[in-house]
């Protein structure tokens, strides 16, 4: 953690802060060695980033601290003396100037490594190594180990996220402890950290697929593989966004562990005054990278300014592309009427009497910018983009949603708010009014219901994710009908409703198909297809098969296929023969 970050981290200190500020004990735990932690942690509370009563729990900080470990103290091997090391480098603490770590490199042995941190003290409190196994030299392997002040080990890891786990379960110790996991690096591992008297949650900040992927069949993120692959082992997933957490669940089936909460923002108690709105200002917020697509922003602003409209661009930010947007606007000749502004203290300021924020990003999880600009009464023009502006903009009433990379319908919109002062302060006092949904106090207040409702739940769900359901048979009957039989594998538990749940792929908006089993078969189920299936999903679109298992009120979605990928993939001709792919 630095004292420069993006939304996520500031998200993360922000539910702290508003966790302690209503009686709920918080901290924000990191894993990295930061020579200047002290005066970041300073820099924080200063910009009111952080509650001054907020800890920043470090693990260097922690072990270079504590001296007695949880398991029993040994010697050190110091396997790494076998090895020639030059040294590399040092890094000394900002505080007092006392060496936090020294990494050393071998001319030798190439691919291995070894570094050291430091007590202030001068002793060793961790090693952290990549040796040669002792049996195959031409690999290595990564040992992490503990030291006390005697030079004894007190816990080795085969992994920094082995001892990542290791750190956590000393600091949840005895007490009902909840994880909130912002980082999808520390969330590619911590699925797997259990403790009797924790809970964890993960946060999806942004989508779950690559770049222009479709959210229902592209390529996953690399950051989110994992935590998708290991859905089942977290108590709780959190979508900033419903139409995100719909997409996915409709991907990935519903484990009954995901919930809708949103960042909160805090805007001004007072709509401020529309008539000090200048009413050629716009606003685009954010770090001037591809994704955000700031140049389409700059076109639009043209479009409006060569239709006669007055008219001028703001842009608060920074970022890779500032050279290429500067080379834009000056091939434009729009020097007078786009000002670069850098990154601004007072963007809520800059909000109050702005008329339009214009977003033409390429995607979102949920746009920290929009929800400030409506919580400020500054109306929101957006491309329409997975995930975030079709959640929080009621069309034509707080803002407009635009289709993507559709110009001249963003340049109608923004000319109409420039130009008609009745309409935009219309939806000026909607967007404010409906920002109030979003206030601190209404998000802890969904943050406090998600975390006793996943503790209720927390044994019926782990029972639960047991439970597994495969395609083991299709059976076409003499009368025309489909009958699917479904193995099942119970995890011992007693279902109170089972029923399969066919839906149009894409398509959320088509109410599903449910129907329950018309026999049980040995291992599993039988289900008949209804037979008016294509009338109550008409066209001719793929039609994905769930199996749904409710018991104890906790209920659990699985996307129906085969155990293992087949060796061909059956399918039916149009004369209704049967064919291999």
Known sequence: MNDTFGGMTAMCLKRASLFHERGVPSAVVSFKAEPAFASIRSALVAAKKLHPDVPIINLHEYYASVVEGSAPARQDPQDYKNF???????????????????????????????????????????????????????KTERILRLIDPQGRVRGE?????????????????EAETDVIVDSKFSAGFLWSFEHPLAMKFVNFHSTHVSAGENPLTGKLSDAHQSI?????????????????????VERFGDQGNTVVISNPVDGPDVLPDFAKRD?????????????KNVSEAIEIVHGVASGGTPVRLDLLGEGEQHKELAELVRRLGMEDLVR????????????????VLLLCSKFEGQSL??????????????????FGPRDV???????????FQDREAAVRAMTRLLTDDALCEEMSRNAFNLAKNYTSDEIFGQWMHALDSARAKQSARKAMAGIKARLSAIRFHPDGTLEIEV?????GLQLDGLELVLTQRGNPDTPPVKCGPCREIDGGFGFLIPTDLRTRIPGDGPIDIHVRFETDGIGRTVRLGADRKPVAYPFMTAYGNLSFK
Request: charged content about 20%; glycine content about 8%; some cysteine.
């Open 487 to 491: 193995g099942t594998e119970m995890a």
């Open 393 to 403: 903009i009621q069309q034509d009433t707080t803002g407009f949603l635009i289709p």
């Open 279 to 291: 009413r050629t200002k716009v606003l685009h917020v954010g770090r001037f990278t591809k994704g």
């Open 228 to 248: 998708i692959g290991n859905r089942e082992n977290w108590d709780g997933i959190t979508f900033l966004t419903t139409s995100q957490r719909q997409a996915f």
């Open 157 to 173: 890891f085969a992994g920094a996220s082995e001892l990542y786990k290791h750190w956590l379960a000393e600091l949840v110790g």
């Open 84 to 138: 020639e090391w030059n040294h590399h480098s040092s890094t000394r603490r900002e505080a007092d100037g006392s060496i936090l770590y020294t990494e050393h490199s071998s001319r030798i042995h190439g691919g291995i490594s070894h570094r050291e941190h430091f007590r202030p003290d001068g002793t060793i409190y961790l090693t952290d190594s990549v040796l040669p196994l002792p049996h195959n030299p031409q």
């Open 369 to 386: 910018a929009l929800l400030e600009a409506q919580a400020a009464g500054c109306v929101p023009v957006s491309y329409d983009v997975d």
């Open 340 to 355: 670069f502004r850098g990154h601004l203290e007072t963007v809520e300021d800059e909000l109050a009497t702005a008329r």
